[in-house]
């Protein structure tokens, strides 16, 4: 196998600094936590989108427009939020989804149990939209927590089964047989994102002397 030279200088850069696996899958630097991310959020939209209407990514939430909303609840303009769907739990209830992949061996998780650590961030999730949305765009709001080991908060396994039956219903396909085509494309995704998370290239672009981070993944 040929490995480039970029590849040998981020082991060894990886080796030298002390960087682990955990690092890794922490470090913003790269892009690679938002790649994450996304690619969770563009699964899913497109999945909805099959069983929805007027589905959008990231959607801007209106105006508060001096709504009295509880402390801790972000009101600044041009706020959005990851999915908007409307049909979803309701025949015309509009549903904004929010995504967040969180790394359970990080330090601000590690001294937690993995029930307690799903639930602190659909709880900040919660704090920071969920008034907003109920009382501004009169819509409902689910928080969608997964880790990066593949398991998912509440909120998530409620959705993906929600959104199993309704794929199955509109598809012919059993309940059985869509919730595991989600849970796996779910798990293949997450696994592909860690992969680039751990191996990408995070180093400076010699040819051009730039400091730009470079996405490339080997």
Known sequence: AVVSTQSREAVVSTQSTGTSSCHSMSCKRGGFVAVRHDCV??????????VCYDTKAEP????????KLPP??????GARLDIR??????????TYFDVRVFNPRAQSN??????????????????????????????????LVMSTTGGL?????????????????KTGYTY????????????????RSITCSIRG??????NDGSSSDLYHTY
């Not at 639930?119 to 969920?130: D, I, R, S, T, V």
């Not at 059985?176 to 696994?191: A, D, G, P, T």
């Open 176 to 191: 059985q047989e869509c919730i595991r085509y989600l849970r796996v494309r779910l798990s293949f995704s997450m696994v």
């Open 153 to 169: 908060g509440q909120e998530f396994s409620r959705t993906l089964k929600q959104l199993a039956d309704k794929k199955s219903r």
């Open 41 to 50: 959020r563009d699964f899913l939209t497109a999945e909805l989108d099959k």
């Open 110 to 143: 590690e001294t937690q149990d993995i029930p307690q650590t799903y639930a602190k961030h659909e709880e900040g999730k919660k704090k920071n939209y969920l008034h907003r949305i109920l009382e501004v765009e009169k819509a409902s709001f689910t928080p």
């Open 60 to 67: 801007h939430l209106l105006e508060v427009r001096g709504a």
């Open 201 to 206: 290239y995070r180093g400076r672009n010699k």
């Open 72 to 77: 801790g609840t972000i009101t600044e303009d």
């Open 85 to 94: 769907t409307r049909g979803f739990w309701g025949p015309m209830d509009c």
